[in-house]
């Protein structure tokens, strides 16, 4: 079984530059995750769709970065523009679906996208 | 507020010696509880989970993690530890219908 394929593996930019990430879940998966995860830290919960609809963006920073799902499948990540503390590593995950407390499926982790801003 | 503390930062063992890697919760109810593991370069993988039942619980890679509710810990034990255990390790706790991680703490080993 394939398992959830991210790109760029790294990209390097400068502030102000917009950049994208993309993430194919594993297939049948309903529910598709990213994380930002800062050096040093644990990964922190950025945006969560269930097929293509947002489950929850609490965290995301909206004047900046944007997501979306459009045909349930893959997803893309963006940040524009990009600031200096936006270097992390970006992490998608998928799971076969999110009930209740969310997490009677496992979540599956991509490799992750590693982008520094300078 | 939930919330998930991993109190070591940097942990470094001898290879063969035994292993255990602390993890506090605060949660007001019973809480899901997950280790997951990461390599340099690579995605978590989810190494057991607590959900409920019985409070020692097996993972893989010879993993074992007990839940303690009167300490409110959850903390990972590994009887004896390889080369190959050497990674970055994440404890985490449900929080509605999301994953709240821990700050994690850096495995090394001593040949």
């Known amino acids: 079984e394939a398992g959830v394929a991210q790109s760029p593996r790294y990209k390097i930019i400068e502030k102000r530059q917009s950049v994208a990430f993309w993430c194919n879940p594993i297939s049948g998966h309903a529910t598709l995750y990213w994380y930002q995860q800062i050096l040093g830290q644990g990964p922190k919960l950025l945006i969560q769709?269930?097929?293509?609809?947002?489950?929850?963006d609490s965290q995301l920073p909206k004047d900046r970065f944007s997501a979306e799902r459009l045909k349930g499948v893959d997803s893309t990540l963006k940040i524009q523009p990009a600031k200096l503390e936006d270097s992390a590593v970006y992490l998608c995950?998928?799971?076969?679906?999110?009930?209740?407390?969310?997490?009677?499926?496992?979540?599956?982790f991509g490799p992750g996208t590693r982008l520094t801003v300078l | 507020a939930q919330s998930v503390t991993q109190p070591d930062i940097h942990i470094t063992v001898s290879e063969g010696a035994s292993l255990e890697l602390r993890c506090n919760y605060s949660y007001g109810a019973t809480p899901y509880l997950f280790w997951y593991v990461q390599s340099p370069g690579q995605g978590l993988q989810l190494l057991l989970k607590?959900?409920?039942?019985?409070?020692l619980v097996q993972g893989i890679k010879g993993f074992e993690a007990e839940f303690k509710r009167s300490q409110s810990s959850f903390n990972l034990r590994k009887p004896s530890v390889h080369w190959s255990d050497a990674a970055e390790y994440f404890c985490?706790?449900?929080?509605?219908?999301?994953?709240?991680f821990g700050s994690g703490t850096r495995l090394s080993i001593r040949p």
């Open positions: 607590y959900f409920s039942g019985d409070t």
């Open positions: 995950a998928s799971s076969l679906a999110s009930s209740g407390r969310g997490l009677m499926s496992e979540q599956f």
């Open positions: 985490a706790i449900s929080s509605a219908s999301k994953i709240i």
């Open positions: 769709f269930q097929n293509n609809g947002v489950v929850d």
